[in-house]
């Protein structure tokens, strides 16, 4: 009998969409040239990292179990058992949000899920209940939003960032534009703090308009901000600590702030459920069904790690990020003044060469004057040994040509410094090749 062949169109279609291949397309490419510097990667810096350490967490917070009057019994079981599904470590995550972030939740309104990924996913499958409810989206907009939508049958409706970054009114004209086809806005995402892929930071009155929009057209906001605490000086209030109405379920990860191979993420559902007959409950006991379904729990010594962290600043990650904190601070800085002395001006002007200037996070976007598209990248990496990410990879209905990303957080200043000379070279010739 012939092996079982499978036809790629009987698949589900989220499965052939580019999306999905674009982050497997640029690991081939830093893969197959070793040698590039690469801009590519949003990882931390690998610098900060003890392998000693990572042992260190785990027996302070056996240590703090054993304080609070666990048995050995409860301690082996709380390594080894699978936990329960929302989480174990829940009134740490709720110290935390409220020690570093101003968020004032009860543990049960806080779901501990693998990764921020798993967060939005979960998210998605409750609120996304049928053909009409929509899901917009602050564009360009991390993938994985993307992605876990269409793998959930969900096309995200884009609302466009313009040169000066995210603004309610062009949300505003994208609800009442879904609300004329009879669609319903359920819920928009949003990374407002020095955003991926743009870098991006929402100003403070846009955030009050927004909440305020929510509130009126009856919609959730999404709010994923993984990179205010590894960001240099005072940031902006999270909009959840601003949300009066429980109109915000906020993502949380663990991985830039503390180290993404413990693979620990977190929601903020507070918002409240209302039964048929009369019984409520909040939207984050939703999830942990979906969660119990999924991936049952996480990893318990992935949590043990992360708390024992946590505990070790009580509960302030901002503490940890000091100097992970300058030190992105210090990249961003330098490539932004190297980008200045290779393209000055006007010679940048006639070039058709801008970038935008955050003042945190991993990632600037960079126009150019020609198509900044796979066959550019492997010019770029074979001919000139410099990788970055085709900013059309997060349009999620096209857009971002002529740009591409940038990201400063996995590179040392020399590596900066070599790679913006290489960059550099790659713009001109490829902006001669264009003419």
Same mark, same amino acid.
């Given at each position: 009998?012939?092996?079982?062949?499978?036809?790629?169109?009987?698949?589900?279609a989220?499965?052939?969409? *580019?999306?999905?291949?674009?982050?497997?397309?640029?690991?081939?490419?830093?893969?197959?040239?070793?040698?590039?510097?690469?801009?590519?990667?949003?990882? *931390?810096?690998?610098g900060?990292?003890?392998?000693?350490?990572?042992?260190?967490?785990?027996?302070?917070?056996?240590?703090?179990?054993?304080e609070?009057g666990?048995?050995?019994?409860?301690?082996?079981d709380?390594?080894?058992?699978?936990?329960?599904?929302?989480?174990?470590?829940?009134?740490?995550?709720? /110290?935390?949000?409220r020690?570093?972030?101003?968020?004032?939740?009860?543990?049960?309104?806080?779901?501990v899920t693998?990764?921020?990924?798993?967060?939005?996913f979960?998210?998605?499958r409750?609120?996304?209940?049928?053909?009409r409810d929509?899901l917009?989206?602050?564009?360009?907009?991390y993938?994985?939003?993307?992605?876990?939508?269409?793998?959930?049958?969900?096309?995200?409706?884009?609302v466009?960032e313009?040169?000066?970054?995210?603004?309610?009114?062009?949300?505003?004209?994208?609800?009442a534009?879904e609300?004329?086809?009879?669609?319903? *806005?359920?819920?928009?995402?949003v990374?407002?703090?020095?955003?991926?892929?743009?870098?991006?930071?929402? *100003?403070? /009155?846009?955030?009050?308009?927004?909440?305020?929009?929510?509130?009126?057209?009856?919609f959730?906001?999404?709010?994923?901000?993984?990179?205010r605490l590894?960001?240099?000086?005072?940031?902006?209030?999270?909009?959840?600590?601003?949300?009066?109405?429980?109109?915000? +379920?906020?993502l949380?990860?663990?991985?830039?702030?503390?180290?993404?191979?413990?693979?620990?993420?977190?929601?903020?559902?507070?918002? +409240?459920?209302?039964?048929?007959?009369?019984?409520?409950?909040?939207?984050?006991d939703?999830?942990v069904?979906?969660?119990?379904?999924?991936?049952?729990?996480?990893?318990?010594?992935?949590?043990?790690?992360?708390?024992?962290?946590?505990?070790?600043?009580?509960?302030?990650?901002?503490?940890?990020?000091?100097?992970?904190?300058?030190?992105?601070?210090?990249?961003?800085?330098?490539?932004?003044?190297?980008?200045?002395?290779?393209f000055?001006?006007?010679?940048?002007s006639?070039?058709?060469?801008?970038?935008?200037?955050?003042?945190?996070?991993f990632?600037?976007?960079?126009?150019?004057?020609?198509?900044?598209?796979?066959?550019?990248?492997?010019?770029?990496?074979?001919?000139h040994g410099?990788?970055?990410?085709?900013?059309?990879?997060f349009?999620?209905?096209?857009?971002?040509?002529r740009?591409?990303?940038?990201?400063?957080?996995?590179l040392?200043?020399?590596?900066?410094?070599?790679?913006?000379?290489?960059?550099?070279?790659?713009?001109?010739a490829?902006?001669?090749?264009?003419?």
């Amino acid at each position: 009998m012939a092996p079982a062949t499978l036809r790629r169109a009987q698949l589900h279609a989220g499965v052939s969409d *580019p999306v999905l291949d674009t982050m497997n397309f640029l690991n081939e490419i830093t893969h197959r040239y070793p040698r590039a510097v690469s801009f590519a990667p949003g990882r *931390p810096y690998d610098g900060f990292f003890d392998v000693e350490e990572v042992f260190r967490h785990i027996r302070r917070y056996l240590d703090h179990l054993e304080e609070r009057g666990a048995t050995p019994a409860e301690i082996r079981d709380a390594l080894f058992q699978y936990g329960p599904t929302g989480g174990q470590i829940r009134e740490l995550v709720t /110290r935390s949000l409220r020690e570093d972030e101003d968020i004032d939740v009860p543990p049960e309104a806080v779901v501990v899920t693998v990764g921020c990924q798993e967060a939005i996913f979960l998210t998605l499958r409750a609120l996304l209940a049928g053909p009409r409810d929509t899901l917009l989206v602050s564009s360009p907009c991390y993938v994985g939003i993307t992605g876990a939508a269409r793998l959930l049958g969900v096309e995200p409706t884009p609302v466009a960032e313009g040169p000066d970054g995210f603004r309610s009114a062009r949300l505003e004209a994208a609800v009442a534009a879904e609300k004329a086809r009879g669609r319903r *806005p359920r819920a928009f995402y949003v990374v407002p703090d020095h955003s991926n892929p743009s870098g991006f930071t929402m *100003p403070l /009155r846009e955030r009050h308009a927004l909440l305020d929009l929510a509130r009126r057209e009856d919609f959730l906001i999404l709010e994923d901000s993984p990179y205010r605490l590894v960001s240099p000086g005072r940031q902006l209030p999270t909009l959840k600590s601003l949300d009066h109405d429980r109109r915000v +379920v906020h993502l949380g990860s663990y991985s830039k702030t503390l180290f993404p191979g413990a693979r620990v993420g977190f929601a903020v559902a507070d918002q +409240v459920v209302v039964d048929e007959d009369g019984g409520q409950g909040l939207l984050a006991d939703e999830l942990v069904k979906i969660k119990s379904m999924v991936t049952v729990n996480t990893s318990p010594l992935s949590q043990a790690a992360v708390a024992g962290m946590l505990l070790a600043a009580g509960g302030r990650t901002s503490e940890l990020n000091t100097d992970t904190a300058a030190y992105y601070g210090e990249a961003m800085r330098a490539i932004l003044k190297r980008l200045d002395a290779c393209f000055p001006e006007p010679e940048r002007s006639a070039l058709g060469v801008r970038w935008n200037e955050p003042d945190g996070g991993f990632f600037l976007t960079l126009d150019v004057p020609f198509p900044a598209d796979n066959a550019a990248l492997v010019r770029s990496a074979e001919d000139h040994g410099v990788i970055w990410t085709p900013m059309s990879y997060f349009y999620p209905q096209g857009g971002g040509e002529r740009s591409l990303r940038l990201s400063v957080s996995y590179l040392t200043q020399a590596d900066i410094t070599e790679g913006t000379a290489r960059l550099t070279r790659f713009i001109t010739a490829e902006a001669a090749r264009a003419r």
